[in-house]
């Protein structure tokens, strides 16, 4: 995978308005997560989950650890809900599972409602005890788009 250059940055600006500090970290703080991204990059990538965990461990919201990530020039990668990897899948579709139908009915709600967003999709899974990467493989099941990316990569 290439790196996220200028060209990326302005693509991804031209869809997603992110602030350069949206939680309005003091500098010392804004460099503290600075140096947290640098030190989790794994082959020069931080993975969506790592990120969580940054963001929990040093107490910003996640949109904080995205912006910082894009200053850096870094790709977050392998999202949780599987709407971006690394690694390609060796398999057209994956496996579906059988799910409960009142979360079917929910997702369906969510994505006519144009309102199925990352954090719902992850609400979802907590509330029907299941991985996030099932939600989101039953949305790309159902052609339905996931929006708003808690990091800000979509």
């Known amino acids: 995978m290439r790196e996220f250059n200028e060209a990326d940055k302005n693509k991804k600006k031209a869809r997603i308005e992110i602030p350069e500090n949206p939680a309005d970290l003091s500098p010392e703080k804004l460099a503290e997560l600075e140096e947290s991204v640098r030190s989790s990059l794994k082959d020069g990538y ?12 040093s107490d910003v919201p996640r949109i904080a650890v995205g912006a910082v990530t894009d200053q850096l020039g870094v790709r977050i990668t392998d999202c949780q809900l599987g709407c971006f990897k690394v690694d390609k899948t060796l398999y057209s579709e994956p496996p579906r599972e ?13 994505d006519k409602d144009k309102i199925l967003s990352c954090e719902k999709a992850f609400e979802l899974a907590i509330k029907y005890r299941q991985k996030p990467m099932v939600v989101g493989n039953e949305a790309s099941a159902r052609n339905m788009k996931i929006r708003n990316c808690q990091l800000g990569c979509f």
């Open 98 to 110: 059988t799910l409960d139908p009142e979360m079917i009915t929910e997702l369906e709600k969510l």
């Open 46 to 57: 931080l993975a969506c989950p790592v990120a969580w965990t940054l963001a929990k461990k």
